[in-house]
């Protein structure tokens, strides 16, 4: 096996993430008594990979493969949640496009065509995980309505029901017309429109001339209202309290009543109330006993019945409003009152309006019967499971949002009205409620809130009040969050006590985003305590969001989103794996550019070209550690041998430091620098002196160093890069012969993911050689940075005087070969005492002052001339950008990201104009010294 010239990931990657998964190598292992759980937050069944579901795979892969490799028995849980709005949003219009809807079909028929849509493509997510490189245990595969997990959603509302913490009533609740189900809380979005606020006068009843004028964002709701309320100590409103008005176009009498809930500087100071459409004024109405009027239908229609009841008949007005669209009544509402003289004004007025986080509809508040589960009881237990600590949430700061939206937790509704998910375990006596079904369109139908359900296991065979025999099934199906709320648990088996339920709960770690922290962590704490008797796992890491690179949220109509498959497909996985994690700073969205991942492809391709270094000059069949190890014994290792060990050794036990804290960019960042600053930039350098004899050293031994440097930098960074890890890994065995390991689970020693990761190594630590070499460092790299300085070619030769102490320069003169082939020095001389060199570059590193005579690096007039134009060009430069920003039009103007990115050219542009003017001083000094080229 050799390593191609170039690293080719599209050759590689399939191929062993097929070998892992035919290895069985995802697998938990038999042997290992420790174990590390996790379960994957499942993405819709709907979905698309996505820059969120990388990152969040991304950090949970590294940490899987991480654990696996320390001998942690690993069970990673992969699998979809079926997604209920989404889900029977996508295939209602494939539906539509042929023509069809879901009530033409029937539910039964409609949900069997869901199921044949998940079966062809809702895998489609799984599949562009596996392209991720994720080691999910795909045996252990589940889907929030497979036969296990559905007996558990079962078993979970029956027992709820069974300890009195679930119950149907009717509420206020938020509906989407567009899907026509309820909303929790948390699934409404709400966003700042510019609306109006329409000022509209309600006459007395005694006393016509005289009213009271509300003020409103919503005059449609109008036609529900049954009272106004004004602040009991406002005295411009003390009078009216308990008299009659006279609801506009309804004519309905409704009273003023006097409620503290009311903002006296809001609008006029007067509140309408309308209890059946709003949650405040449903909250005033039962305590002042207010009737609720529902004048929408499910698709937020006006309907006539609550208006034929309240009169008896269908009044006269109504015929204008029947059917219309609760915008296209607001229409004919202020146009009406126009003509009346009753709308006072009409101004503009920015406020939030909650929308549905599927579809993006205004939702409705409206009144409906629905099923709650008694929240308080649930959360107390899983606040307290925070408090004390069996829970650590990191960042620390997100415990406080937890707290915050826990403590003030309101009651969970957790039916759906629509027909894809988990069907309600309750039954309702066709004989007792039969006549209680209230229709909501397109064949839907829901139960009146009077009817009372027969919740159970297995479907009732006896009415226990009549004694009948049919029964109807609640047409609800269970909000999409109830079933992942029992994810950790119902994954392994639950109910059943399953060896993986005994073995693997609680999870070890939660890797999820912010956004979905109240939406699903809280509940599967609530449910984890409920169920298990025990947290549902042991942490929880909470990462940010990925970003566009100027910070902006990724969106379709931004055209801002950047698609990972193909960012994968074209800079490979590792590169696009490994820039996610170095950008994951903890409580930091992620700025995400193009150009980073092509700085990290760039890594890959410098670990790439370092194995074939060390390849090409390793000699076949050793075991580099053990021979190292004999090495060492006999203190046979070279000042640059012992320094990279010594590096590595830090470097180990800073990254699982970092790892193990969930730091993931410090983990990154750790194993980057060792591998392309220390080991490539210089270590592999310092070696070649060795191999090919310009020192006199034993090239075995520097080939031993070269191949367990890179052996442990393979392991260290696989949890990261994978894939070509793996396949650099595969040739540098097969080289070295075959390990003294046994790998865990008996599997054979054919991949790196089963190899031990690497631990730190007291024995190689030097503290002594660290100083040394980096003292040796330091002076190449300000010879370096001198004659870059000054245009010297870099092929060029440069003759290096030191003047210093007799202690460092003693070092350094043992050091010589190399320093002269770092530096490309063609000679270095020595000087502890006499006058400095004159006319040549100078640099100083602690007591050690370094020259380099100019006239033996360029030619003094071309390299001035060079020098003067360059800085004629950066002061143009610079004069431009202070033109811009000096600008009060454009700084007021432009974006912000744009303002600073100017402010960063013009500092730029300073810093290159004051190197310019030092080079220049520089060749003065030359010039003053009689110094000629």
Excluded at 423 to 430: E, L, T
Excluded at 594 to 609: C, D, M
Excluded at 800 to 814: H, K
Aim: aromatic content about 10%; proline content about 5%.
């Amino acid at each position: 096996m050799e390593l191609s010239k170039a690293y080719s990931h599209s050759e590689v990657e399939a191929k062993w993430y097929r070998h892992w998964n035919d290895l069985g190598a995802f697998r938990p292992s038999d042997s290992s008594a420790s174990h590390f759980s996790m379960v994957i937050p499942p993405p819709n069944v709907t979905g698309s990979l996505h820059m969120g579901h990388a990152l969040n795979n991304t950090l949970q892969d590294t940490l899987c493969r991480y654990k696996r490799m320390d001998g942690y028995r690993v069970l990673w849980v992969p699998g979809t949640d079926h997604a209920g709005i989404a889900t029977q949003n996508v295939v209602e219009r494939q539906l539509a496009e042929k023509g069809l809807s879901r009530s033409q079909l029937g539910r039964e028929k409609f949900v069997q065509r869901v199921w044949a849509w998940r079966m062809e493509a809702g895998g489609t997510i799984l599949h562009q995980l596996k392209a991720l490189g994720v080691s999910c245990d795909w045996s252990h595969e589940r889907f929030t309505m497979d036969e296990g997990l559905s007996m558990a959603v079962i078993e979970a509302f029956v027992r709820l029901w069974e300890d009195g913490l679930l119950y149907r009533a009717e509420r206020l609740i938020n509906w989407c017309p567009r899907c026509k189900t309820a909303l929790a809380d948390i699934e409404v979005v709400h966003e700042e429109v510019n609306g109006h606020l329409w000022h509209i006068r309600y006459p007395l009843v005694d006393q016509p001339a005289r009213g009271l004028v509300v003020a409103t964002t919503r005059p449609e709701t109008m036609l529900g209202d049954t009272a106004v309320a004004v602040h009991p100590d406002d005295p411009r409103y003390r009078n009216f309290i308990g008299k009659k008005l006279r609801l506009p176009i309804v004519e309905r009498e409704i009273p003023v009543i006097a409620d503290t809930f009311v903002d006296q500087s809001f609008g006029t100071g007067a509140l309408k109330i309308t209890p059946a459409h709003d949650f405040n004024d449903f909250e005033i109405g039962e305590k002042h006993g207010l009737k609720k009027i529902n004048i929408f239908d499910a698709e937020a229609r006006i309907t006539p019945e609550a208006f034929v009841e309240e009169a008896g008949q269908e009044p006269a007005w109504l015929h204008r409003y029947r059917g219309k669209q609760r915008y296209e009544a607001r229409e004919i509402i202020v146009e009406e009152l126009k003509k009346s003289g009753l709308l006072e004004k009409m101004d503009g007025y920015r406020h939030a309006v909650g929308k549905c986080y599927r579809c993006s509809t205004p939702i409705e508040p409206y009144l409906t019967p629905q099923w709650f589960i008694k929240i308080k009881p649930l959360a107390e237990p899983a606040i307290e499971a925070v408090r004390d600590g069996r829970i650590k949430v990191t960042p620390e700061g997100w415990s406080n949002s937890y707290f915050a939206w826990m403590e003030n937790i309101k009651d969970w509704c957790i039916s759906r009205q629509i027909w894809w998910g988990h069907q309600i375990p309750a039954w309702y006596c066709k004989a007792c409620d039969g006549g209680k079904l209230l229709e909501t369109g397109e064949g839907d139908y829901m139960l009146a809130r009077d009817a009372r359900p027969i919740v159970g296991r297995e479907p009732p065979n006896r009415c226990s009040s009549c004694g009948g025999n049919s029964f109807l099934q609640d047409p609800d199906v269970l909000d999409t969050w109830f079933s992942s709320a029992l994810w950790p648990f119902s994954t392994l088996g639950w109910p059943k006590q399953t060896e993986d339920l005994k073995r693997f709960y609680p999870t070890s770690v939660l890797v999820t985003g912010f956004d979905i922290l109240f939406f699903w962590v809280a509940r599967m704490i609530m449910m984890g305590l409920k169920f298990m008797a025990d947290v549902p796992f042991r942490h929880v890491y909470i990462h940010a969001l990925v970003r566009d690179q100027e910070g902006q949220k990724m969106s379709k109509s931004k055209g801002n989103v950047i698609d990972p498959l193909e960012v994968m497909e074209r800079y490979g996985t590792d590169a696009f794996r490994f820039t996610l994690a170095a950008l994951a700073a903890m409580g930091r969205d992620i700025k995400l550019a193009e150009e980073r991942i092509v700085g990290y492809q760039n890594f890959v391709n410098k670990l790439w070209n370092a194995a074939r270094f060390v390849l090409m000059n390793l000699s076949p069949g050793q075991r580099s550690e053990q021979n190292l190890a004999d090495s060492l014994r006999g203190n046979e290792l070279n000042l640059p041998d012992q320094w990279i060990l010594s590096r590595l050794a830090t470097t180990v036990g800073n990254a699982r430091e970092a790892i193990d804290s969930y730091r993931f960019n410090e983990f990154a960042h750790h194993l980057y620098q060792f591998t392309w600053h220390e080991f490539c930039d210089w270590y592999i350098e310092m070696s070649k002196l060795s191999l090919n004899g310009t020192i006199k050293d034993d090239p075995l031994k520097t080939q031993r160093v070269l191949a367990t440097v890179l052996e442990n930098i393979l392991l260290l960074l696989h949890p990261l890069i994978p894939f070509v890890t793996e396949e650099i890994w595969q040739v540098l065995r097969e080289r070295l012969g075959p390990g003294k390991q046994v790998m865990p689970g008996g599997i054979e020693d054919s991949t790196i993911m089963l190899q031990p990761y690497p631990r730190p190594r007291p024995e190689w630590m030097q503290p002594e050689a660290d100083e040394r070499i980096g003292f040796l460092m330091e002076v190449t790299r300000a010879i370096r940075n001198l004659r870059a300085e000054m245009n010297c070619a870099p092929s060029k030769e440069v003759k290096v005087i030191l003047f210093g102490g007799e202690q460092n320069l003693a070092f350094l003169r043992s050091q010589e070969p190399y320093l002269r082939a770092l530096a490309r020095a063609s000679s270095v001389d020595y000087l502890t005492k006499g006058e400095r060199p004159r006319g040549a570059a100078t640099a100083v590193v602690g007591e050690t002052e370094i020259y380099l005579p100019l006239g033996e690096m360029i030619n003094l007039e071309e390299e001035k001339t060079r020098l003067s134009r360059e800085l004629s060009r950066a002061e143009e430069e610079l004069a431009r950008v202070q033109r811009k920003l000096g600008n009060g039009e454009f700084v007021a103007k432009a974006k912000e990201e744009v303002v600073r990115r100017e402010k960063e050219k013009a500092e730029e542009f300073e810093d290159k104009i004051r190197t310019l003017n030092l080079s220049l001083g520089r060749l003065r000094e030359v010039e003053q010294a009689g110094e000629k080229p």
